[in-house]
């Protein structure tokens, strides 16, 4: 059984878990709670970096990150599933990459808001993370005028962030972007695990 150390809440950990529900492999992963501020936790030993996700294979050597992990999951399937070939491998790795860096920005800025006392927020700090955000999302509004036939990758990771938005910025991002309004509709209609991995805020 494989094991993947995330959190209920994380984005990245939320990719993984629907691109192993995509890639029928759910049943052959436990999926154990970590806490990434918990000295004492075992996800240090099993990542130095003390992230998450983290996946600890039967062996027990361990993966990490969530890009990682998912070529993994992917090779497991037998290949070619989530991540296509050719020139549209890249393309796909490129959504993913977009969609991870809106999440990391998104990430900072919560952080910012929890770990510094309010009095040591840095405003052109968090504005600084909210341009990538916003960037980012005109750049997927424009190319994702329309659902795409087949799912890979770059579609999970950008539906995760999008997700991440509406359970951490409280969904602000849909006045704006009617198109990624439509197409994560149809994404979760596509992907009933969507639904299943989200978290009340």
């Known amino acids: 059984m494989l094991i993947l150390r995330s ?8 990719k993984v878990k629907i691109a192993a529900s995509l890639l029928g492999l759910s049943d052959r992963i436990e999926i154990v709670e970590a806490d990434t501020t918990n000295p004492s936790d075992t996800l240090r030993q099993q990542n130095p970096l003390g992230k998450i996700p983290t996946l600890v294979l039967e062996n027990g050597e361990t993966l990490y990150d969530s890009r990682v992990i998912v070529e993994y999951l992917d090779h497991l ?13 890249f393309a796909a790795l490129r959504q993913q990459a977009l969609a991870d860096g809106i ?6 800025q919560v952080y910012e808001g929890r770990w510094r006392a309010e009095d040591r927020r840095e405003p052109a700090w968090v504005e600084h993370q909210a341009g990538k955000v916003r960037r980012g999302l005109d750049a997927a509004e424009a190319d ?21 938005l509406d359970l951490r ?3 602000r991002w849909r ?6 309004v439509a197409w994560l509709a149809d994404f979760e209609g596509r992907v009933p ?6 978290v009340a805020a």
Do not use: N
């Open 7 to 14: 959190s209920p809440a994380s984005p990245f950990g939320r």
């Open 77 to 89: 399937a037998g290949g070619g599933r989530i991540l296509p070939t050719g020139w549209e491998r």
């Open 103 to 108: 999440m990391d920005a998104a990430l900072l």
């Open 144 to 164: 994702l005028a329309s659902p795409a036939s087949t799912l890979h990758i770059g579609h999970v990771a950008q539906a995760c962030a999008l997700g991440y």
């Open 169 to 171: 910025m409280g969904g």
């Open 175 to 180: 006045d704006t972007y009617p198109g990624l």
């Open 193 to 198: 695990v969507f639904a299943k991995t989200r």
